[in-house]
């Protein structure tokens, strides 16, 4: 089976929000930042980047909750209005061509672990960086990590959100 055509389902807590990830994702980040730590009330947040293009929502309807955020970009937070679970956001400094789905909130978010981890100098002690898996401090350049097919969708995204 091509990965690519490979669909994801996932949805919120109590039912009402159910989506589609029409592709596997760009890439998965691990976030050990402060932020994420705080808004996820745990050691990380789990986050696989998709285009919005290749997402639909099969069921209900989010609301969208504007937050600070590390960078100072801010973070809009798609949640259930219902059950307030946070399904994705979408970073200032990314726009709105490019969802952080929350993997957690996956059918089976077992199939997608982390690519890369970053903000690793907040990371909560007790996490071993698993060896084999990029790391980083802070953030990285895509350029440098992403395999090539991610790459090219990162440049047809890109070229697609200049010509709006
Ligand atoms: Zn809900
Ligand atoms: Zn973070």
């Not at 061509?97 to 909560?124: C, Y």
Request: charged share 25%; proline share 7%; aromatic share 8%.
């Amino acid at each position: 089976m091509n990965s690519e055509t490979t669909t994801s389902d996932g949805g919120c807590t109590c039912g009402f929000v159910r989506y589609r990830m029409t592709t596997k994702p760009l890439f998965v980040h691990c976030c050990h930042c402060r932020w994420c730590q705080r808004e996820t009330g745990s050691s990380f947040a789990l986050n696989a980047l998709i285009e919005a293009d290749r997402m639909q929502l099969l069921a209900g309807e989010v609301e969208i909750i504007d937050m600070p955020s590390h960078t100072g970009k801010g973070q809009k937070v798609s949640r259930c209005p219902r059950c307030h679970i946070a399904v994705w956001s979408n970073y200032g400094e990314t726009g709105d061509a490019v969802r952080f789905v929350r993997v957690g909130t996956l059918d089976e978010p077992d199939r997608l672990p982390p690519d890369v981890h970053v903000f690793t100098a907040s990371k909560q002690p007790w996490f071993v960086l698993p060896p084999g898996t990029p790391a980083f401090a802070d953030l990285y350049k895509p350029n440098e990590v992403w395999p090539k097919e991610s790459l090219e969708r990162r440049a047809a995204m890109l070229a697609r959100s200049q010509q709006q």
